[in-house]
């Protein structure tokens, strides 16, 4: 699979200087990462959206930085409301809305359909309009 898939749960600027050179502002966003959901076959063929769940929070992998030029582009999130919710992943955290009540989505679908450059990014065989 191609891509990487986050939470973005900070966006962050700092002025930064690096061996002695000038001040820059260096741009960058707070993540939580997904991981695909081994299991769970995909695709044009398998006629099933990619699914995705968070990281356990106790990984060191579960958290990062990246450059915001580094994302190619937003997707939607479809909870999987058949897999229910869950409060194992994590414990409390800051890394959630209060809304959330500390809780995550088990699962979550990645909407591949938003639009046609959507869909050809996930199924590039298939040439919409391009």
């Not at 679908?109 to 869909?119: E, K, L, T």
Request: charged share 25%.
């Amino acid at each position: 699979h191609p891509y990487w898939y986050a939470r973005v749960i900070g966006i962050y600027h700092a002025m930064v200087e690096y061996r002695g050179g000038p001040l820059v502002q260096m741009d960058f966003l707070h993540v939580r990462w997904f991981g695909l959901d081994p299991k769970c076959k995909f695709g044009w063929k398998a006629k099933r959206l990619p699914c995705i769940g968070f990281i356990d929070g106790d990984e060191p992998s579960a958290f990062g930085f990246i450059d915001p030029a580094c994302v190619v582009r937003a997707v939607h999130l479809i909870p999987a409301f058949d897999h229910g919710k869950t409060c194992e992943i994590m414990g409390p955290s800051i890394a959630r809305k209060k809304t959330e009540n500390d809780e995550d989505w088990y699962r979550y679908y990645v909407g591949i359909f938003a639009d046609r450059d959507m869909v050809v990014r996930f199924c590039p065989e298939l040439g919409l309009g391009h």
